[in-house]
């Protein structure tokens, strides 16, 4: 016989509750006393701050080591994480590390091979006895440690932080319901939609070999993690929504404290091998596609876009193997003093006689490519 799942009852009741308190008293407090901007505006800033640590903090910093970060920033993401009610930093990215490893199998902690509800939240219910994974790194760290040991009190005293001021200024009650209880529930829900909806609905640019999906839609929710077909494709690059247009905050965030030089060394994936990975999966989907022909059609196209889709992929890796190159060679350059000698100035000449060499090729290969795609996409329509 199937083993049943044992509930855990803190963490049920703490789920259940706060989202039961905050259904019975929004709507009675917004009868009796109606919800005023402020109370909305704190709400808000709270709800934004402790899931941007989440996202900056628990996930990008340190399940991700996508960038460096100086003390100060790091103890802020702990605390403000910490008021997530999320666990600790810790065993948040042990269990997402996990995730990343055994995504979509049993090993999985919130594989969505089990449905949209365990994956959004029924895992955190339920009584596992599952210690700490592949945070070695992690545990090395003072700061994570002693907030590992006192998380739930470090969370306690900063999402009450609404409380303090609802005591200043008279608004106690008002700043309970909506600063506190409201928020639990808007930062539990909107973080569980990137284990549910992100893994269920949205498309694949970048890879299908799992079920993460991009959502536009998600994004704003959740400060850039829409973008979850991308981050599960280069899960160690400090962005999410890596095109100017899509919403990601935390990028933002992180890319003005870089600035600042509070944040270093954000680590990044070359726009050549998005494109490569793009390029691939569009081929696969038309390839697919010509499926449905006979073989007569099929056949000779399927070899075209192939052989057009390999000149693409080889020319942007060599335009990006010629671009580090160069950039290895300037630094290298640097160091000696030479910049300005009258080699360095050949050796740059050279340079860009090559790179305008490669871009021409480049463009020859996309030509080809987008020919290949408007043909079959033309003997689809006529198949």
């Known amino acids: 016989m199937p083993t049943r799942s044992r509930w855990s009852v803190l963490n049920v009741s703490f789920l259940l509750g706060t989202l039961a308190v905050a259904a019975v ?3 009675v407090k917004a009868a009796v006393q109606g919800i005023h901007w402020s109370e909305v505006a704190l709400c808000a800033a ?7 640590a989440i996202s900056a903090g628990y996930h990008r910093l340190f399940s991700h080591r996508a960038f460096q970060a100086t003390w100060p920033v790091r103890f802020l993401l702990l605390c403000f994480g910490a008021a997530s009610f999320e666990n600790s930093a810790l065993k948040w990215a042990s269990d997402h590390r996990l995730h990343h490893q055994f995504v979509d199998t049993d090993k999985d902690p919130y594989t969505i091979r089990k449905g949209f509800w365990y994956a959004h939240w029924v895992w955190v219910m339920e009584e596992k006895e599952s210690g700490l994974s592949g945070v070695a790194d992690l545990q090395k760290d003072p700061l994570i440690m002693w907030q590992h040991r006192n998380h739930f009190l470090i969370g306690a005293v900063v999402a ?3 409380l303090y001021i609802g005591l200043a200024t008279g608004h106690f009650w008002a700043y309970l319901v909506m600063g506190l209880s409201l928020r639990i529930v808007l930062t539990h829900h909107t973080t569980f939609l990137i284990n549910s909806a992100a893994h269920m609905f949205g498309s694949r640019p970048y890879n299908d070999a799992n079920t993460a999906r991009d959502n536009w839609v998600l994004a704003p929710l959740t400060y850039g993690e829409g973008y979850h077909n991308f981050h599960h494709m280069w899960q160690w690059d400090y962005r999410n929504g890596v095109r100017w247009y899509q919403w990601d ?5 992180l890319s003005m404290l870089s600035w600042m030089g509070l944040v270093t060394k954000l680590r990044r994936v070359s726009a050549a091998a998005m494109r490569r990975a793009r390029l691939q999966m569009e081929e696969k989907q038309l390839r697919e596609r010509l499926m449905t022909a006979s073989p007569a059609v099929a056949t000779p196209l399927q070899e075209r876009l192939a052989a057009a889709r390999l000149r693409v992929d080889a020319a942007l890796a060599s335009f990006q193997e010629k671009h580090e190159a160069w950039e290895a060679k300037k630094a290298e350059w640097k160091a000696k003093g030479h910049a300005k000698a009258e080699q360095w100035r050949l050796a740059k000449a050279e340079w860009k006689a090559a790179m ?3 871009r021409a090729e480049l463009r020859a290969a996309w030509v080809e490519w987008r020919a290949a795609r408007k043909e079959v996409s033309t003997a689809l329509v006529y198949a």
């Open 249 to 253: 905050t935390t990028k933002w965030l």
């Open 25 to 27: 008293l929004v709507p």
């Open 46 to 52: 709270m709800v934004f701050a402790i899931g941007t």
């Open 160 to 162: 009450c932080i609404p």
């Open 356 to 358: 305008a060499q490669h």
